[in-house]
Protein backbone atom coordinates (compact mmCIF):
# COMPACT_ATOMS: atom_id res chain seq x y z
CA UNK A 1 0.00 0.00 0.00
CA UNK A 2 1.74 3.49 -0.96
CA UNK A 3 0.05 6.34 1.27
CA UNK A 4 0.64 9.64 0.13
CA UNK A 5 0.71 12.66 3.36
CA UNK A 6 0.46 16.58 2.31
CA UNK A 7 1.28 19.28 4.08
CA UNK A 8 1.10 23.03 3.68
CA UNK A 9 -2.10 24.42 3.31
CA UNK A 10 -3.47 27.18 5.35
CA UNK A 11 -4.80 30.67 4.68
CA UNK A 12 -2.97 33.09 2.72
CA UNK A 13 -3.91 36.66 1.18
CA UNK A 14 -4.27 37.41 -2.13
CA UNK A 15 -0.82 37.87 -3.49
CA UNK A 16 0.35 35.53 -1.36
CA UNK A 17 2.07 32.15 -1.61
CA UNK A 18 2.40 28.25 -0.50
CA UNK A 19 3.97 25.86 -0.81
CA UNK A 20 2.35 22.49 -0.45
CA UNK A 21 4.41 19.11 -0.14
CA UNK A 22 2.91 15.39 -0.55
CA UNK A 23 5.19 13.07 0.63
CA UNK A 24 4.76 8.75 -0.66
CA UNK A 25 5.85 5.97 1.36
CA UNK A 26 5.68 2.13 0.72
CA UNK A 27 6.94 -0.51 -0.76
CA UNK A 28 7.15 2.08 -3.67
CA UNK A 29 9.79 0.98 -7.00
CA UNK A 30 8.81 3.41 -8.79
CA UNK A 31 7.28 6.75 -9.55
CA UNK A 32 5.70 7.53 -12.84
CA UNK A 33 4.03 10.76 -12.95
CA UNK A 34 2.11 12.39 -10.06
CA UNK A 35 0.36 16.06 -9.36
CA UNK A 36 -2.07 18.01 -8.00
CA UNK A 37 -6.18 18.53 -8.51
CA UNK A 38 -8.04 20.56 -6.57
CA UNK A 39 -11.85 20.71 -5.71
CA UNK A 40 -14.26 23.59 -4.57
CA UNK A 41 -17.47 22.11 -3.16
CA UNK A 42 -20.42 21.06 -5.38
CA UNK A 43 -17.52 21.22 -8.49
CA UNK A 44 -15.92 18.60 -10.19
CA UNK A 45 -11.99 18.05 -9.53
CA UNK A 46 -9.87 20.12 -11.40
CA UNK A 47 -6.11 19.14 -12.74
CA UNK A 48 -3.46 21.62 -11.49
CA UNK A 49 -0.57 20.36 -12.51
CA UNK A 50 1.24 17.16 -13.20
CA UNK A 51 4.91 16.23 -13.74
CA UNK A 52 6.35 13.22 -15.25
CA UNK A 53 9.02 11.01 -14.18
CA UNK A 54 11.69 12.75 -16.41
CA UNK A 55 10.38 15.98 -15.53
CA UNK A 56 7.89 17.49 -17.88
CA UNK A 57 5.32 19.56 -16.96
CA UNK A 58 1.72 20.39 -17.24
CA UNK A 59 -0.32 23.03 -15.66
CA UNK A 60 -3.90 24.03 -16.30
CA UNK A 61 -4.37 27.59 -18.08
CA UNK A 62 -5.29 29.08 -14.80
CA UNK A 63 -2.40 28.54 -13.01
CA UNK A 64 0.32 28.72 -15.40
CA UNK A 65 3.19 31.29 -14.70
CA UNK A 66 1.92 31.14 -10.82
CA UNK A 67 2.41 27.70 -9.43
CA UNK A 68 5.22 25.75 -10.18
CA UNK A 69 5.60 21.83 -9.54
CA UNK A 70 8.43 20.17 -8.39
CA UNK A 71 9.67 16.34 -7.45
CA UNK A 72 12.31 15.37 -5.42
CA UNK A 73 12.56 11.71 -6.64
CA UNK A 74 15.11 10.51 -3.83
CA UNK A 75 12.57 11.84 -1.25
CA UNK A 76 9.47 10.43 -3.39
CA UNK A 77 7.89 13.73 -2.57
CA UNK A 78 5.98 16.19 -4.83
CA UNK A 79 6.45 19.90 -4.33
CA UNK A 80 3.37 22.50 -5.23
CA UNK A 81 4.87 26.24 -5.23
CA UNK A 82 2.17 28.54 -5.44
CA UNK A 83 2.58 32.36 -6.13
CA UNK A 84 0.38 35.58 -6.69
CA UNK A 85 -2.38 33.14 -5.16
CA UNK A 86 -5.93 34.51 -5.79
CA UNK A 87 -9.81 33.69 -3.60
CA UNK A 88 -10.72 31.33 -6.46
CA UNK A 89 -7.17 29.22 -6.01
CA UNK A 90 -9.35 28.41 -2.87
CA UNK A 91 -10.03 24.67 -2.64
CA UNK A 92 -9.22 21.20 -1.01
CA UNK A 93 -5.52 20.32 -2.89
CA UNK A 94 -5.61 16.60 -3.33
CA UNK A 95 -1.87 15.00 -4.73
CA UNK A 96 -1.79 12.03 -6.39
CA UNK A 97 0.94 9.47 -7.72
CA UNK A 98 1.19 6.76 -10.34
CA UNK A 99 3.74 4.02 -9.89
CA UNK A 100 4.82 0.58 -9.33
CA UNK A 101 5.04 -0.89 -6.24
CA UNK A 102 6.08 -3.77 -5.10
CA UNK A 103 3.76 -6.41 -3.03
CA UNK A 104 4.49 -9.86 -2.27
CA UNK A 105 7.24 -11.32 -4.89
CA UNK A 106 5.48 -9.22 -7.47
CA UNK A 107 5.39 -5.58 -9.03
CA UNK A 108 2.14 -3.85 -9.40
CA UNK A 109 0.98 -0.68 -10.76
CA UNK A 110 -0.88 1.84 -8.25
CA UNK A 111 -2.56 4.81 -8.32
CA UNK A 112 -2.80 6.28 -4.86
CA UNK A 113 -4.32 10.10 -3.11
CA UNK A 114 -3.55 12.17 -0.42
CA UNK A 115 -6.29 13.21 1.80
CA UNK A 116 -6.34 16.77 1.23
CA UNK A 117 -5.24 19.95 2.49
CA UNK A 118 -7.59 23.31 2.08
CA UNK A 119 -6.10 26.23 0.46
CA UNK A 120 -8.00 29.41 1.56
CA UNK A 121 -7.09 32.40 -0.38
CA UNK A 122 -8.93 36.12 1.27
CA UNK A 123 -9.41 38.57 -1.14
Known amino acids: QVQLVESGGGLVQAGGSLRLSCAAS????????AGWYRQVTGKQRELVAS???????NYADSVKGRFTISRDNAKNTVYLEMNSLKPEDTAVYYC?????????????????WGQGTQVTVSS
Open 51 to 57: ITSGGST
Open 26 to 33: GSIVSINA
Open 96 to 112: YADGTQLKGSGYFPFRS
